[in-house]
C-alpha cells in the first residue's frame, strides 16, 4: 500500500489537518463556520459527552441530525472513541428507522428533537477544554455503518471498518486531488456515503467543505457564486439544476471559481455537460463511479474529462476491477459482464445479513473478497471503465437488450427535457418514460425516434410537472412504476 493511498483512522484525518493547518477554515454551515482547531475541540467535547453515557467501543451511536458542522464534529468524536457512527436521513420514513434501529441496536440514538440540548452540554465541556480517555483504534474497527436509502427494501447497514474508509479517501483524493484552496460546495447528506466522504476528501485536502444541504433550490447558484466554490460535487438532477439556474441569469456573468464538477449517481447526459461547461468557462466534469460497498470503483482523471466519451473513469489506485461471465469466467477487454472489484476498499459486508454478505462478498480461489457489484459493463484495452446498467435496468425488448439509462440519456438530449425517467416493461406494461419538459408527449418520442432504435423507443412518454426523486437525488422509479400501474400521467 503507497504512502499517498494508506488506511489509517478516521479520526487520525482530522488530526493531522489540525496539526498542518489549524486555523484554516474547515466547515460551514449556514449558521457560520469553524476552523480546523474548532472542529478538532469540538470533537473532543463530543468524545466526553458520549463517554459519560457510557459509549464506548465497538457501540453504535445512531444519529438522525441535519448535515451541519455539529454533525460532522459527532462523525471524529465518535471516531475517537472507537465507536460506530450510523448517520441517518432526516428525512428516512419511520418504519425505516424502526428497521435500522432493530438491526444496528444501538447504544444511543440522537434524534433530531434532541440535538440543540444536547450541544448546549457538548459547547459546556469544550469551554472546559473536556476530553475522553484516549482508546486504541484499530484499521479494522468499524468507523461507520451506512444504511442504504431502502426505496424498495429494508434498509441494509454496509459495514466501514477504519482501514477501507480511509483508504478509500485517500485513493479518491489521490485522483480527485483536493486544494488547500478548494472550497467544496456540498449539497448531500452524511447520511449518503457520497456527502460523508466529502468530509474527508475535504479534510484531506485541507480544504474548506460548505454543507448547504438545507439551502433552497432557488438560491443554489446564488450560494455557489456568494462563498466561491471550486468543487461541486453532483448528480444528474442537481446538475441540471445548476445549469437551467444559470441559463436564466441576467446581466453580467459572474467570474467563474468552479474549477471541477464531479458526478456520480448515474451517468451525466452529454447535453447536462455541455450547458455546465457553458455556465462555468474552463470547468472540468469528471465523471465517476462506484457503490457504497467499496465507495468508489473508478474516476476518470480530472485531465481527461473529454475524453473517452461513454467511460466511467479507470479503477482507483491500488484497486482492482474485473468483468466476469455468468459463470464467474474473466472475460477480455470489450466484452460485457459483470463488474467484479477487490482491493483494500472492498468493505467486509453487511451489518448482521450473512446470506446477503455471503452472496454479494465471495471469496476468489486465493481466498480473496471479491464485491460482485450487480453491475454490468466492460473494460477497454487500456483498463478504462464502462457503465452499462446495473442488473435491475437492463432488459430486452423485442429481442433487443438495452438498459433505461442510455434510454433516459436519449431524452435528456432533447432540447426542452429538464429531467426523465425510464421505466423497463413488465408483464403488466410496456416501456414508458417520463420527463420534465415544456413539450408535448408525442413531440418527446418524435425525438426519440431519431435518437434510438426502434426497439427502445418508449410505448408511451407522460410530461410531469417534477420527476420525483429519492433522498438522494437518484429518479424514485419504484415510485414511477406505481404511478404507471396506476395510469397516471399525461400524454402518450
Given amino acids: 500500500m503507497s504512502a499517498t493511498v494508506a488506511a489509517t483512522t478516521v479520526h487520525s484525518i482530522l488530526d493531522d489537518a489540525v496539526a498542518a493547518v489549524p ?35 465497538g457501540d453504535r451511536v445512531v444519529v438522525q441530525w441535519p448535515t451541519t458542522r455539529e454533525l460532522v464534529a459527532l462523525f471524529f468524536g465518535v471516531s475517537r472513541l472507537g465507536a460506530t457512527f450510523v448517520p441517518l436521513n432526516p428525512a428516512m420514513k419511520e418504519f425505516q428507522r424502526r428497521a435500522v434501529l432493530a438491526n444496528a441496536e444501538p447504544r444511543l440514538f440522537l434524534p433530531e428533537d434532541g440535538a440543540e440540548s444536547m450541544w448546549r452540554e ?36 454496509v459495514i ?11 485513493a479518491i483524493a489521490a485522483e480527485l486531488g483536493y486544494r488547500p484552496d478548494d ?33 433552497s433550490d432557488l438560491v443554489l ?74 465507495k468508489r470503483i473508478a474516476i476518470m482523471p480530472p485531465e481527461e474529462d473529454g475524453e473517452r466519451p461513454g467511460a466511467v473513469g479507470r479503477p482507483l489506485p491500488g484497486t482492482t476491477v474485473l468483468i466476469l461471465d455468468p459463470d464467474g469466467r474473466e472475460l477480455p477487454a470489450g466484452q460485457f459482464g459483470e463488474i467484479v472489484v477487490t482491493g483494500p476498499h472492498v468493505m467486509p459486508g453487511y451489518w448482521r445479513e450473512p446470506e446477503l454478505t455471503a452472496r454479494t462478498f465471495r471469496r476468489d480461489g486465493s481466498g480473496v473478497s471479491r464485491l460482485h457489484t450487480g453491475d454490468y459493463g466492460y473494460l477497454d ?35 426542452g427535457v429538464r429531467a426523465a425517467a425510464a421505466i423497463a416493461p413488465t408483464e403488466d406494461h410496456d416501456l414508458a418514460i417520463y420527463v420534465e419538459a415544456d413539450l408535448a408527449p408525442h413531440a418527446v418520442l418524435r425525438e426519440l425516434t431519431r435518437r434510438l432504435e426502434p426497439a427502445k423507443v418508449p410505448a408511451v412518454c407522460h410530461v410531469v410537472a417534477e420527476v420525483p426523486l429519492t433522498v438522494h437525488g437518484k429518479n424514485a422509479t419504484r415510485q414511477l412504476a406505481d404511478l404507471l400501474a396506476g395510469g397516471e400521467g399525461t400524454g402518450r
Fill in 122 to 157: 457538548v459547547e459546556d465541556l469544550r469551554q472546559r477544554g473536556a476530553r475522553a480517555e484516549p482508546v486504541d483504534v484499530a484499521v479494522d474497527d468499524i468507523a461507520v455503518l451506512v444504511y442504504t436509502s431502502g426505496s424498495t427494501a429494508t434498509p441494509k447497514g
Fill in 381 to 415: 484495452d487500456d483498463g478504462y471503465l464502462y457503465f452499462r446498467g446495473r442488473a435491475d435496468d437492463m432488459f430486452k425488448r423485442k429481442g433487443v437488450r438495452m438498459s433505461t439509462l442510455e434510454i433516459e440519456a436519449a431524452a435528456m438530449d432533447v432540447p
Fill in 183 to 215: 472550497v467544496v460546495f456540498c449539497r448531500f447528506p452524511m447520511s449518503w456515503d457520497y456527502g460523508l466522504y466529502k468530509v474527508l476528501l475535504a479534510f484531506l485536502g485541507r480544504s474548506e467543505i460548505v454543507l448547504a444541504g438545507a439551502e
Fill in 221 to 294: 447558484l446564488a450560494r455557489i457564486r456568494e462563498v466561491g466554490a471550486t468543487v461541486v460535487p453532483i448528480v444528474p438532477s442537481l446538475a441540471a439544476m445548476i445549469a437551467t439556474l444559470a441559463n436564466r441569469e441576467v446581466g453580467p456573468v459572474p467570474v467563474n471559481t468552479v474549477r471541477m464538477f464531479t458526478n456520480t449517481g448515474a451517468a451525466l447526459p452529454p447535453a447536462t455537460i455541455a450547458k455546465l461547461r457553458a455556465a462555468f468557462p474552463g470547468v472540468r466534469v469528471v465523471r465517476q463511479f462506484g457503490q457504497t460497498e467499496c
Fill in 160 to 170: 466501514g471498518p477504519h482501514g477501507p474508509v480511509t483508504f478509500a479517501a485517500r
Fill in 23 to 57: 486555523d484554516a477554515s474547515a466547515v460551514r454551515d449556514p449558521l457560520g463556520v469553524w476552523s480546523y482547531r474548532e472542529v478538532e475541540a469540538h470533537s473532543h467535547a463530543v468524545a466526553a459527552w458520549l463517554a459519560a453515557r457510557a459509549v464506548g467501543k
